[in-house]
Nanobody
Framework: QVQLVESGGGLVQAGGSLRLSCVASLRTATTYSTGWFRQAPGKEREFVAAIDWSGVAIIYADSVKGRFTISRDNAVNTAYLQMSSLKPEDTAVYFC??????????????????WGPGTQVTVSA
């Protein structure tokens, strides 16, 4: 039904920036919310940010507020996560996910039904 592919991860020094992209391929065109999550080694997957189809409703985890910005371009089925002022504790595999055929904006892992394979972000001290 939905395929997601993230890109843009890499190695960056603390204080640096990265922009992640998530391209969605859908069998049936529809509106959907997109979320970004991350998982560090030995830790559970955690919410980072989410955006609704219109781009008006946005939510962030407290740990990234003021540093990360989520956006989307529906013309190319792509969501972005601009990450600035990166810290070593931001090191993780970052995943994008969508709420396909599900209404509303949510911040729970279980609230998203399609996931990308993830992209590694490593922030060195």
């Amino acid at each position: 039904q939905v395929q997601l592919v993230e890109s843009g991860g890499g190695l960056v020094q603390a204080g640096g920036s990265l922009r992640l992209s998530c391209v969605a391929s859908l069998r049936t065109a529809t509106t959907y919310s997109t979320g970004w999550f991350r998982q560090a080694p030995g830790k559970e997957r955690e919410f980072v940010a989410a955006i609704d189809w219109s781009g008006v409703a946005i939510i962030y985890a407290d740990s990234v507020k003021g540093r990360f910005t989520i956006s989307r371009d529906n013309a190319v089925n792509t969501a972005y996560l601009q990450m600035s002022s990166l810290k070593p504790e931001d090191t993780a595999v970052y995943f994008c996910a969508v709420r396909y055929l599900l209404p509303g904006l949510r911040n729970g892992v279980a609230d998203y039904n399609y996931w990308g394979p993830g992209t590694q972000v490593t922030v060195s001290a």
